[in-house]
């Protein structure tokens, strides 16, 4: 039951499901709710689209879920900060700022309903080091670095405030073989729809849209995406063998939030005897278990998914390598 309701109330426009959520549940059956929302990160929009039953104890548990968003406004309203001082600092650096932060200023209707937990930097390999100086005037210092995942993770020494840097948003050797996401492959036009849908698809699918928070943010981009940037989002793909994680994540926003114009890419990147695949993720236990690290990462159901997805991607290279009298 705690499911399909949850389902009801993620859509930041609003319940596009069946009429607006209006509870008859019990508390425990409530706060099983919220902590799935808080699970899937997408708190602030159930909490704009939900009905609280009356009495007392149900506004105990919505004045905690509030105080829950509010913190997780405050931490996004000080990487915001950061974040700008540093594009600032780093002015003429190939890099551009992905994910969260941007997510949330272009391509929802509030900011405050996509919180965020870092800043995801996005740069040319060979200006690593170049940023690096910049960074550190700026009170960061470097915490980890992992070259084969292309990530370096920094941290703001008065504030705790979290950046990451990446060469490449597909972090997996093995899944980069299959598909890859570079700063060159956005970099003409960092904030456009285009941009941020694929972006969208590639960060989801790097985490098998284990958070309804991915789908959320596939159909978001997708929404605000142009009839005029279709064609470069299609060359996006193209370009970064991405085809298949975009179908996956619009059709699952498509499935999920009702969005038509989900639905309309996805059936615009499908490819005959593909839709299937997206069955796999549909049944409630994979689409709404809580964010245990267990359930998500070592079901059965997310490597299935994984490995469909980049047999997917590596069929593509096959078929333009075909296309083009490669072997």
């Not at 036009?189 to 694929?198: G, H």
Request: charged share 20%; glycine share 6%; with cysteine.
């Amino acid at each position: 039951m705690i499911g399909p309701l949850l389902l009801r109330c993620i859509d930041p426009l609003g319940p596009q499901i069946g009429p607006s959520p209006i509870l008859s549940l019990s508390r425990t059956q409530v706060q099983r709710l919220l902590d799935k929302a808080a699970a899937h990160r997408v708190l602030p929009i159930v909490l704009q689209n939900l009905s609280f039953p009356a009495g007392d104890e149900f506004q105990v548990l919505r004045h905690r879920a509030e105080e829950d968003r509010i913190e997780q406004l405050a931490l996004s309203a000080m990487l915001h900060h950061h974040a700008i001082r540093m594009i600032k600092a780093a002015a003429g650096l190939p890099i551009a700022i992905v994910k969260g932060h941007v997510f949330a200023e272009t391509i929802y209707p509030r900011a405050a309903l996509r919180p965020f937990t870092d800043i995801d930097l996005l740069i040319e390999a060979d200006a690593v080091t170049a940023l690096e100086a910049v960074l550190g005037a700026q009170g960061f210092t470097k915490a980890t670095s992992d070259q084969q995942r292309l990530e370096a993770k920094w941290i703001h020494s008065p504030t705790g405030a979290l950046l990451e840097v990446h060469s490449n948003l597909v972090h997996s050797p093995r899944m980069r073989r299959a598909f890859s996401l570079r700063h060159a492959d956005v970099m003409d036009k960092p904030l456009a729809a285009s941009t941020q849908l694929a972006v969208a698809v590639t960060h989801g699918a790097m985490h098998y849209f284990a958070w309804l928070r991915h789908v959320v943010d596939v159909c978001q981009a997708a929404r605000t995406l142009p009839i005029e940037e279709e064609a470069r989002f299609q060359g996006i793909l193209e370009r970064t063998g991405t085809r298949v994680p975009a179908l996956i994540g619009l059709a699952l926003a498509a499935q999920l939030l009702g969005d038509a114009r989900c639905s309309e890419l996805a059936r615009s990147l499908t490819k005959a005897r593909e839709s299937w695949v997206v069955g796999l993720l549909r049944d409630g236990a994979a689409l709404t278990a809580t964010s245990d690290s267990w359930i998500v990462y070592n079901s059965w159901r997310r490597y299935i998914f994984r490995e469909l997805m980049r047999y997917g991607a590596l069929k593509d290279q096959g078929d333009r390598g075909s296309n083009h009298g490669l072997s």
